[in-house]
């Protein structure tokens, strides 16, 4: 394996933390591509239990570089807290580092977009983490947003805040929000530059020359294709693009250099925010689902603490996620979950009307379909302590075959529980 991108099959939270985690054991890079701490990615290891949301998921490997890329956007005073923490913990951070070409969350992108998730119409909520990341990615896409590697150059820096702050004020007096200056933005900006100015870099030669040395290159995707900002659940989505495609774009990588794409893709379906999810389940099956597997398997959110929305599987998702993403292989997470389940149901197509769909439509289309699922035998035996495909029970061999069938793709691992050494390796990448 040389490059390695790995990215949500559904609508995030799938484990893709876990899955980072475990591949950047014997990686040289970790990148992450995209989004900011909206994420939250749970990794369990031998150091104990983690949440991280900006940093990647490649930190407990101290010979691998980690970065922030070009993709991202970031709230250094986020960054700096949670370096802080892990480093608290007797966790090596001096392999982080963060491209000078992502953009920086200020805190006024925090008050409006929190603002806006408010304003919004009863039933058309997004759903924001309200972390800044919306306003942060339309400041970008309009050309007048501020880099991280502006912190370097104080008075370039003061010229960018000068034509954004007025535009920022009338947006926040829109809302009976108090106004910023640029002068605070500066002293803001000056702290973090003394505390994170070294780990500020280019990194076009770092990539380039990982890749052309062939190390072993992770990308690291947040949230799902699902939340894609062009092929998810649009406006129930985030603001960048979590696929294989966007992880090239954010990582500053050429496709032709992706040698692996692998889907990450949990053994039932769970949702965070607002949006259609055709297989979603009510009252006491759905608190079953969240709650089954170890505690810290338990299904709330690592960033917000919020309830996720569960369902069973969706095949055509992942179908359509494996169609758009060009998934080479996918990574099961979380079968033990479902250990207790007498049976389980696989959604395997959409009704819509006297139409049977096998892809996902768009999202208005989406709130009109009824699932069509597939019946399945559960297992009703403990899962947690295989560790080989042969260990799995029949049902659950069977179960997951049909899985690998609807994604097109081979399962490469099967996760059976939080901890590292819970990974089953079915075939080598």
């Known amino acids: 394996m040389t490059v390695v991108a790995v990215v949500g099959a559904q609508w995030g939270d799938e484990g893709k933390g876990r899955t980072v985690d475990y591949l950047a054991q014997n990686a040289d890079l970790v990148i992450r591509f995209q989004g900011g701490d909206n994420a939250g990615h749970t990794v369990v290891n031998e150091r104990g239990e983690w949440k991280l949301h900006i940093v990647p998921s490649g930190i407990f490997n101290p010979l691998a570089t980690c970065l922030i890329g070009a993709g991202t956007v970031v709230n250094l005073g986020v960054m700096i807290e949670e370096l802080t923490r892990l480093e608290a913990r007797g966790v090596d951070t001096s392999n982080l580092v963060v491209d000078k070409r992502a953009h920086l969350i200020l805190p006024f992108h925090r008050q409006l977009d929190g603002a806006e998730e408010a304003a919004r119409t009863a039933g058309w909520e997004v759903g924001t983490t309200q972390r800044g990341i919306g306003p942060t990615y339309a400041d970008k896409a309009a050309r007048h947003g501020i880099r991280v590697g502006d912190i370097l150059r104080p008075d370039r820096l003061r010229a960018r805040l000068e034509m954004l702050v007025p535009r920022k004020n009338r947006e926040l007096a829109f809302f009976g929000l108090p106004e910023v200056s640029v002068d605070e933005l500066m002293v803001l900006c000056q702290g973090w530059r003394q505390i994170i100015g070294e780990r500020i870099v280019d990194a076009v030669p770092?990539?380039?020359?990982?890749?052309?040395?062939?190390?072993?290159?992770?990308?690291?995707?947040?949230?799902?294709?699902?939340?894609?900002?062009?092929?998810?659940?649009?406006?129930?989505?985030?603001?960048?693009?979590?696929?294989?495609?966007?992880?090239?774009?954010?990582?500053?990588?050429?496709?032709?250099?992706?040698?692996?794409?692998?889907?990450?893709?949990?053994?039932?379906?769970?949702?965070?925010?607002?949006?259609?999810?055709?297989?979603?389940?009510?009252?006491?099956?759905?608190?079953?689902?969240?709650?089954?597997?170890?505690?810290?398997?338990?299904?709330?959110?690592?960033?917000?603490?919020?309830?996720?929305?569960?369902?069973?599987?969706?095949?055509?998702?992942?179908?359509?996620?494996?169609?758009?993403?060009?998934?080479?292989?996918?990574?099961?997470?979380?079968?033990?979950?479902?250990?207790?389940?007498?049976?389980?149901?696989?959604?395997?197509?959409?009704?819509?009307?006297?139409?049977?769909?096998?892809?996902?439509?768009?999202?208005?289309?989406?709130?009109?379909?009824?699932?069509?699922?597939?019946?399945?035998?559960?297992?009703?035996?403990?899962?947690?302590?295989?560790?080989?495909?042969?260990?799995?029970?029949?049902?659950?061999?069977?179960?997951?075959?049909?899985?690998?069938?609807?994604?097109?793709?081979?399962?490469?691992?099967?996760?059976?529980?939080?901890?590292?050494?819970?990974?089953?390796?079915?075939?080598?990448?």
């Open 206 to 429: 770092l990539v380039r020359d990982a890749i052309a040395e062939g190390k072993v290159v992770l990308l690291e995707g947040q949230l799902g294709i699902m939340r894609d900002l062009d092929w998810g659940i649009y406006p129930y989505s985030t603001s960048s693009s979590p696929t294989a495609g966007g992880a090239c774009v954010g990582a500053g990588i050429p496709p032709s250099a992706v040698d692996r794409v692998l889907g990450v893709v949990k053994a039932f379906s769970t949702s965070v925010g607002g949006g259609p999810f055709p297989t979603e389940v009510h009252g006491d099956l759905a608190e079953r689902l969240r709650s089954a597997g170890p505690k810290i398997g338990h299904e709330y959110g690592a960033t917000t603490g919020r309830p996720r929305r569960c369902g069973w599987f969706d095949g055509v998702a992942i179908g359509y996620a494996s169609w758009l993403n060009g998934f080479t292989g996918i990574s099961v997470t979380k079968l033990d979950v479902l250990d207790g389940f007498e049976e389980l149901k696989l959604c395997v197509a959409y009704r819509l009307g006297d139409q049977v769909l096998d892809y996902v439509p768009d999202t208005a289309t989406q709130e009109e379909v009824e699932p069509v699922y597939e019946t399945w035998p559960g297992w009703l035996s403990d899962t947690s302590g295989c560790r080989t495909w042969a260990d799995l029970p029949a049902n659950a061999q069977r179960y997951l075959r049909r899985i690998e069938e609807l994604a097109r793709a081979p399962i490469w691992f099967v996760s059976v529980g939080p901890e590292r050494d819970q990974i089953i390796v079915v075939r080598g990448m």
